[in-house]
């Protein structure tokens, strides 16, 4: 009679909770009470793969109105690619971080502070400080990677795209399979999450795309492709074969905001992933009459990675931010464009595995 091998991966420990391998699981973090004395926690979802290897952390609503990484990671979780019983390692996926700020839509805890310039936190400072000091014990120690959801701030919309600091090969692998045109690499801000990972020496990239509050089918379908092609990368699943190919990612070498020369009314002519050259323009700003029309100039050549939304600008505004490359601007334009193509839903070579969002 054959012998039943028995799996000798140790169970995963969270608070109380003990995940035996080749299971998941959601485990629920203490936070403070509402002031009603409601009890609130973070609801992790804890996927302990069969055999031993990385630990990734997925997080999104760090900043509480950034919600489409909460349908990323849904999307990832209900993957049927993404299983316990067949993955290696083990995957912490935290869908809303800030969950005051969710519940309130807003980007902010209700002690107005900015969770992502607070980290590591601490366990007896402000609200803000102790929400820090809980992911970084018990989400963030436990991992060896990470990949943190964001979208724009409000009233502002991102190009897809991967922000990182690529100064090691691992990074620079992990972000070419997210599969993205376009990477930033970009310097670490003091209180981040990101800062917080890189002191403990753990690999996080940081995905931008869409604006606050809004879903965007093409950001979300291409955060869901980017993070499973990145476990694949890392070994957390078997490598498989894409329909989505992106021919290059390209690194951006500066970027810069073009801003609002007067107030006025914004026209904008140009749009998000657009190729510009210094010099054209890019909207017109007047006032409710007309007049005093002033053009927006692009003050360098690049791609068009992020932009405002709202129309009503005073003067100064962060208008339009240009990415400037090595490669020709031609080249990564025409990427970006094919990549947006193949993540429309109505695209033929990649069926959605439910209803898109529109």
């Known amino acids: 009679m054959a012998k039943i091998k028995k799996n000798t991966r140790p169970d995963f420990q969270m608070g109380s909770a003990s995940i035996p391998a080749g299971t998941r699981r959601t485990v629920h973090l203490d936070v403070p009470d509402l002031y009603t004395h409601t009890g609130l926690t973070i609801p992790v979802r804890v996927l302990h793969g069969k055999k031993d290897g990385p630990t990734l952390f997925l997080s999104a609503a760090v900043h509480g109105d950034e919600i489409n990484g909460v349908e990323i990671i849904r999307r990832v979780l209900a993957s049927k690619r993404v299983s316990a019983a067949t993955m290696n390692g083990t995957l912490l996926a935290v869908p809303v971080v800030n969950i005051f700020g969710f519940l309130n839509q807003s980007r902010y805890l209700p002690d107005r502070r900015d969770l992502n310039r607070l980290f590591p936190g601490t366990k007896s400072g402000s609200l803000a400080g102790r929400m820090a000091h809980l992911f970084v014990t018990e989400i963030v120690d436990r991992a060896t990677h990470g990949i943190d959801l964001h979208t724009a701030a409000i009233n502002r919309e991102n190009l897809p795209q991967i922000r990182a600091v690529l100064d090691e090969e691992e990074m620079v692998n992990m972000a070419s399979a997210f599969g993205l045109p376009v990477t930033l690499n970009t310097s670490i801000i003091d209180g981040s999450l990101r800062a917080a990972a890189e002191a403990r020496n753990i690999k996080v990239l940081v995905y931008e795309a869409g604006e606050a509050l809004r879903f965007d089918e093409v950001s979300i379908r291409a955060g869901v492709d980017g993070v499973i092609s990145v476990m694949q990368e890392i070994g957390m699943l078997k490598r498989r074969t894409s329909r989505r190919k992106v021919k290059e990612t390209y690194v951006a070498k500066r970027t810069v905001w073009v801003r609002a020369p007067q107030s006025g009314i914004l026209r904008t002519i140009c749009r998000l992933g ?23 100039i692009a003050s360098t050549s690049g791609i068009v990675i992020g932009r405002t939304t709202i129309p009503l600008i005073s003067e100064g505004e962060a208008l339009f931010h240009i990415a400037t490359f090595e490669e020709p601007d031609k080249t990564v334009a025409e990427v970006v464009d094919e990549t947006h193509q193949m993540l429309q839903p109505d695209d033929d070579e990649l069926k959605p595995a439910e209803s898109p969002i529109v």
């Open 274 to 296: 657009a190729r510009v050259k210094r010099g054209d323009i890019m909207g017109y700003l007047a006032d409710p009459l007309g007049d005093n029309e002033a053009e927006v």
